[in-house]
């Protein structure tokens, strides 16, 4: 079974700056997919970004992007200019073969004035 | 497009009942999943349906059963409600491998 770790219960960041959440992942597949999700307070779940492993070059959604590194099992994302909007919790989730998607445990991030 | 609804949005159950969480998507999606999510803690899948007719478990099945006789509907049946099943459910779709898309929730409590 595939094992998803966000090792990050909680960080902070100064609005404008950057800030990178972790996320490691535990698989013996070699093609597979990885998302971020980003959860505010409504409990509404929206995706932020996706990556497909077969891919080398990370993917990028305007501020937002990943450090995908397969070998490691990492896939980091990075929040660049960070905004109030981005306060929300934020999950990685794994997405095997079989189309089965699980999810880590999730990081709060807080944006501070 | 409704997308993925959800009924009820809450529900207040005693120990050793059971309900049905319904869940509808009208976006033709192939996939549907059944997650739970505690207090402060990450989505655990339940149960996951690759089409009508199939379904699988997921990472904590027990106490739990679902079915899939279309397209649209996933519903998830809840049998001898216990105190540890008091949580937040989300359905979500999605077809092949893009962004799936989840419900509003139920949040489900059980005295």
């Known amino acids: 079974a595939q094992t998803v770790t966000q090792s990050q219960p909680e960080m902070s960041v100064q609005e404008a700056e950057t800030v990178t959440l972790s996320c490691t992942y535990d698989t013996s597949e070699s093609d597979y997919y990885l998302f971020w999700y980003k959860q505010p307070p409504s409990r509404q779940m929206i995706l932020v970004i996706r990556q497909e492993a077969y891919k080398q070059q990370n993917a990028t959604e305007n501020r937002f992007s990943v450090n995908f590194q397969k070998a490691a099992k990492s896939f980091s994302l990075k929040i660049s200019d960070s905004q109030l909007g981005d306060a929300a919790m934020y999950f990685c989730a794994y997405n095997n073969a079989g189309n089965m998607l699980t999810f880590g445990g999730g990081t709060r991030l807080m944006v501070k004035p | 497009n409704a997308g993925v609804t959800q009924t009820p949005k809450f529900r207040i159950l005693k120990i050793g009942q059971s309900m049905t969480l319904q869940c509808t998507q009208d976006?033709?999606?192939?996939?549907m999943y059944w997650y739970r999510q505690d207090p402060g803690m990450g989505l655990k899948l339940i149960y996951y349906s690759v089409g009508a007719g199939i379904t699988d478990k997921g990472e904590v099945p027990n106490g739990y059963n679902v079915s899939r006789s279309t397209t649209e509907d996933f519903p998830l049946r809840l049998e001898l409600a216990a105190p540890s099943q008091t949580s937040v459910y989300f359905c979500?779709?999605?077809?092949?491998?893009?962004?799936?898309?989840f419900g509003q929730g139920t949040r489900l409590t059980v005295v």
């Open positions: 976006m033709n999606h192939n996939y």
């Open positions: 979500a779709s999605r077809y092949g491998l893009t962004e799936a898309f």
